[in-house]
C-alpha cells in the first residue's frame, strides 16, 4: 500500500512538472517578470481614488524590486472610474445600502516609442451600509474606496506580471528595425 502512494505522488510529481507551469516570480528580482516590473513607471492619476490607487501601485512596484524606484522604460496611464449607487429603498424613498464600484481602465506604453503594449480593465466593487449616521456612511465609503483601490492595484500588477511572463515588455519592447529597402 505505502509503495502504491509513493509511486502515485511520482507520477502525479512528473506530470505536473510536464503541463508547462512555472513559477510567476522565478528566479525573484533578477527574473524577467520582476524586472519588467521594476521598468514600470506610474503616471500620475487624477482625483483622490487615482491618489489612492497610484500610490497602491507603487508600493506594490517597489515590492517588486527589494525597495528600489520606480524604472522609466515603461509608463503605466491609468484612468478611474469611481461610482456610487444607491439600491436598498425603503418606503419612505430612503436609501439602506450602496454599491461603490471602482474600474480602471490602463495601458502598459514603451517610455520611448508610445507604442501601447498591453491594453487591459480592472474593477472592483463593495457593498455599502447607509445608516443614520451621515459621518458613519461618509467613512464607509471611504474605507471601501481604500479596499477597492487596493484591490484594483493587485489586479493591475497581477495581470502585467502575467504579460511579462509570456514574454511581453522584455528588452526589446522597440519594434524591430526593418530591413533596408522595405
Not at 65 to 78: C, E, I, P, T
Request: hydrophobic share 45%; charged share 20%; with cysteine.
Amino acid at each position: 500500500m505505502r509503495t502504491l502512494l509513493t509511486s502515485s505522488l511520482v507520477a502525479a510529481s512528473l506530470m505536473l512538472g510536464g503541463c508547462g507551469l512555472r513559477p510567476l516570480y522565478a528566479n525573484g528580482s533578477k527574473g524577467a517578470v520582476a524586472q519588467v516590473l521594476a521598468d514600470v513607471d506610474v503616471a500620475a492619476i487624477e482625483g483622490h481614488s487615482g491618489w489612492l490607487v497610484r500610490n497602491a501601485l507603487r508600493d506594490r512596484l517597489q515590492a517588486t524590486q527589494g525597495g528600489h524606484g520606480a524604472g522609466k522604460r515603461l509608463r503605466l496611464d491609468v484612468r478611474l472610474e469611481d461610482s456610487i449607487t444607491g439600491f436598498g429603498v425603503r418606503a419612505d424613498d430612503a436609501v439602506t445600502r450602496e454599491r461603490r464600484t471602482l474600474r480602471a481602465r490602463y495601458q502598459l506604453v514603451n517610455a520611448a516609442t508610445g507604442e501601447v503594449l498591453l491594453d487591459a480593465t480592472a474593477f472592483s466593487d463593495a457593498g455599502i451600509d447607509v445608516v443614520g449616521s451621515e459621518y458613519a456612511t461618509i467613512a464607509a465609503e471611504s474605507s471601501a474606496l481604500e479596499r477597492l483601490s487596493s484591490a484594483v492595484a493587485d489586479q493591475i500588477v497581477a495581470r502585467i506580471a502575467v504579460f511579462a511572463n509570456r514574454g511581453g515588455g522584455g528588452p526589446a519592447v522597440a519594434p524591430a528595425p526593418t530591413p533596408a529597402g522595405q
